[in-house]
Structure formats: structure tokens, C-alpha cells
């Protein structure tokens, strides 16, 4: 996290006003865990779990912290990293049968200028797959799968390659990757977690520096079939790194015409939005939970004597191999229900709780085969009437394709009548007012004759 956070701050230094004894005291820290044969060790636990899984996690691990190391060099020139080079290259030469690992180690050497990094960019590559002009790596999680979106850890080992490809000044061996990159974008610019979309932007913002022209003018002309006249974009030098947005309306079923025309480089993200209906057969719902990384079962306690509070249990365990990186779970509480700040207390496992508009996150430290249990006590605030589902979901943060969701909800459920209290004239309700007539009758009846014994005169 520490040579994380020294990365970071180093890429941001030329544009905000960074601390430079922040900087030297994170380097010195760093540099005090770094053993005599040049392999850094870690003294808590590493939350991203690439970092720290497998018997290659001490090589992983110096490849990362040497990559950080490397740029606090304009600050401190002196800088001696070629221990930790030593090492990872006698680890090369020994055999990294890990595509992650070799990716890291791949840019570590490249940024180290050593003489191995050339060979190893070249293992890396020989165990890549290229269709249709792209090229890219799939981790053994990727193939158990069924999704179309590749692993965080896909995206990273491109992303490094893609940079070991800049510093080896293999600039166009690097194009395949940077396609195949670009083509894993979400509908936000991003990827699917911090660290990779990190890494990748990294590598696209280095691409986009290198592969600059001194002129830029492109036309785009985008063509649906329902459009009335198409629509156009111009990108120039003035207005190149602006995002240029346009809504189409389509009809089933469509085709999207795209044509450029002039001279630059400018990418076109089409982004489809749909609905699917929730409701779907028993088959496929075990189908979808036999994918799934997490068990996860959620509980319904409700109060018998009280509708306006239950409990939610909710147990998890983690299905893959050893143990999960930080875990994220998220529990959206019923239409009018509320949790108190101080519900859930921290412990080794729950490190932080979030409060957001009836939405609870729950940061794990991690989530092994033993399961683990939380329970929250939820309070009803205001009334609402035939809730509807809420869910529950748990996904590792730096690998959001293992995840798993469960839906929930009350059996103490409000009807509208509920909500109309002794009100007669609420509408819905107005057929059940007769049957609360004869015992205001009888309350009615008992009180006159008081009242007229009251009012006769005193003999």
C-alpha cells in the first residue's frame, strides 16, 4: 500500500503541491524492509491478493515496490534498487510460470534498464493470444468464466506489457495490446476495479503521448438507422482531450455506422444500455450461484411483537482456493428502514462501515472458507407499504467478477390500510371503516348517559 501511495503521489507532484518529507520518509520506510539479497518483505498483509498468493508472492511483490522505487529517482538520484534488479532477475532464470508476476517483473526490468528485460518481455509475449489484430493474456480465473468482461488481472497484465513495450522502445509491437485495451473499457472510462484502471490508463495515457501528431483534425460521422441526419463530431488540437457525447436513438434491430475521416488518433466508445427482467426460472438462478466465488445466505429475523424493527443475519464464506483480497459487502435496506452509525462494531474483519442513503458497505479485511456472520439491526423510520426487495451483494474489491447477490425481504409487510391509521376517509380502506363503528358506538353510548347524569340540576 505504502510503495502504492508513493506511485501516486509521484505522478501527481508535477501538478499539486505534494509534501516532499511525506515522499522521503514513505521511500525510507520502504527501504528499511528490503532484506540483504534485495526481495522486500511485508509486514502487515497485502489487500490486493495477486500481490500476496502463490509461492512467487515475495518476487510480486519486490517487482511492485521496485516499479515505485524507480520514480523517486529525479528526486533522490542515489537511489540503489540493483539488489532488488539481481533478484528478480536470478528469480527469472529460475522459471515464473505466472503470467501476473512475469508481467511485473517484465516492467520492473524494463524499468530498471536491465539486460534481462528484453528476454522477458519476450517470454511474456510468446505466452500471449492474439485474434483479430489484438493481443492480450487470460488467467486461468478468465477461462472458468462465463462473463465477457475479462479479470482485473487481464487487464493489468496487458497494461504492464503494454508499458514494458514503451520503455523497450517497442512501440509498434505495443499497438495489438493497446486495441485490445481499449476495447475493455466500461461505459465511465474506467475498468472494473482502482488498481487495474489505474495501471491501463497509465498505459493508454503513455501510448497517446508517444503516438502524438503536432496536428490534429478529424471528422467522425455516426449513422443509426432510426437518426434523421447523422451525427457529426469534429475533434481539433483546441478540443482533443474533450469528451464529445451524443444520445442515439435506436430500434431492433439496429446497426451503428461509424467513418472518420483527416489525420490524428481518437477512439469511439459505444455504449448499450438495456433492461432485463428480474424474473427468471430456478435453473437459471442455481446456474448463476453455481459461478459464484462467495456463499453468501441472508436472513430475515423479524419482530413478531414489534413490525417496526428486525434483524438482517447475513453469513459468507469465501469458495475459491486460500482466501479472498479486501471484500466489499453491500447491504441496500428496505423502503423506510434505517441502521444506526454505531449498529456494527468494528473488529479484525469488518475494518470500516459506510452509511449512504439506506445503503450499508462493509469493508472486510478478507473473506476465507470459514464462514463469517454480521448481523444488522434495521429500524423502521417512516411507513412504507408493500416494500419491495432489497439485495445484498459481496464482491473482492480488486477482482469484481468474484462476487455473488442475494435479494431479501420482510414478511411483516404494511398494507395501505396501514398506513390510514383511524382515518375513514382513506380511500382503499374506507370498505373496512364499518367494522370499526359498532365499538365506537358502544364508546359513544357509554359516555352520554354520564354526560346527562351531569347535567341534571342538583335536587
Not at 52 to 77: C, D, H, M, R
Not at 132 to 154: I, K, N, T
Amino acid at each position: 500500500l505504502s510503495a502504492f501511495v508513493l506511485r501516486c503521489f509521484l505522478e501527481a507532484d508535477p501538478y499539486i503541491d505534494i509534501d516532499q518529507n511525506v515522499l522521503h520518509r514513505t521511500y525510507t520506510w520502504l527501504k528499511g524492509h528490503q532484506k540483504s539479497n534485495g526481495e522486500f518483505w511485508e509486514p502487515g498483509r497485502v489487500i490486493h491478493s495477486e500481490l500476496q498468493g502463490g509461492n512467487k508472492s515475495p518476487v510480486t511483490l519486490t517487482a511492485y515496490i521496485v516499479t515505485s522505487l524507480l520514480g523517486y529517482k529525479k528526486y533522490q538520484p542515489n537511489i540503489d534498487v540493483q539488489e532488488s534488479i539481481n533478484f528478480l532477475e536470478s528469480e527469472f532464470d529460475r522459471g515464473i510460470s505466472d503470467n501476473y508476476t512475469l508481467a511485473l517483473v517484465t516492467y520492473a526490468l524494463s524499468s530498471g534498464r536491465s539486460p534481462k528485460a528484453k528476454e522477458a518481455l519476450d517470454m511474456l509475449t510468446w505466452r500471449s493470444e492474439q485474434e483479430g489484430g489484438l493481443q492480450f493474456w487470460v488467467s486461468s480465473v478468465s477461462r472458468l468464466s462465463e462473463s465477457w468482461q475479462p479479470s482485473s488481472l487481464d487487464i493489468e497484465v496487458a497494461a504492464y506489457a503494454l508499458l514494458s513495450h514503451f520503455l523497450q522502445h517497442q512501440v509498434p509491437e505495443g499497438i495489438p495490446i493497446m486495441r485490445w485495451l481499449s476495447r475493455q473499457r466500461n461505459s465511465l472510462g474506467g475498468f472494473a476495479s482502482t488498481q487495474d484502471t489505474i495501471v491501463a490508463l497509465k498505459a493508454l495515457s503513455e501510448f497517446a503521448a508517444l503516438m502524438n501528431v503536432e496536428e490534429t483534425n478529424i471528422r467522425v460521422t455516426v449513422e443509426g438507422p432510426s437518426s434523421l441526419s447523422p451525427v457529426k463530431f469534429v475533434i481539433d488540437t483546441q478540443n482533443r482531450f474533450l469528451l464529445q457525447m451524443a444520445e442515439l436513438a435506436v430500434v431492433q434491430p439496429t446497426a451503428v455506422n461509424i467513418s472518420a475521416n483527416g489525420f490524428g488518433y481518437a477512439i469511439c466508445q459505444l455504449n448499450v444500455i438495456y433492461n432485463v427482467k428480474n424474473s427468471r426460472s430456478s435453473k437459471s438462478r442455481r446456474s448463476i450461484q453455481d459461478q459464484e466465488s462467495f456463499d453468501l445466505d441472508v436472513a430475515v429475523k423479524d419482530n413478531k411483537d414489534d413490525v417496526n424493527h428486525l434483524d438482517l443475519n447475513v453469513c459468507t464464506r469465501f469458495l475459491g482456493p486460500a482466501r479472498s483480497g479486501m471484500a466489499l459487502m453491500e447491504v441496500s435496506l428496505l423502503s423506510g428502514f434505517t441502521v444506526s452509525s454505531d449498529a456494527i462494531p468494528l473488529s479484525d474483519t469488518v475494518r470500516k462501515v459506510e452509511h449512504d442513503h439506506g445503503k450499508l458497505s462493509l469493508y472486510l479485511d478478507s473473506v476465507n472458507e470459514t464462514q463469517f456472520c454480521v448481523d444488522i439491526p434495521a429500524v423502521r423510520s417512516f411507513r412504507v407499504s408493500n416494500t419491495q426487495d432489497a439485495s445484498v451483494s459481496i464482491v473482492d474489491y480488486y477482482e469484481p467478477r468474484r462476487r455473488a447477490v442475494r435479494s431479501y425481504n420482510s414478511r411483516a409487510q404494511l398494507t395501505s390500510c396501514d398506513l390510514c391509521g383511524d382515518t375513514l376517509a382513506c380511500g382503499p380502506c374506507a370498505r373496512a371503516a364499518p367494522a370499526r363503528l359498532p365499538r365506537l358506538a358502544a364508546r359513544l353510548l357509554l359516555l352520554c348517559p354520564a354526560l346527562l347524569l351531569s347535567l341534571q340540576p342538583w335536587p
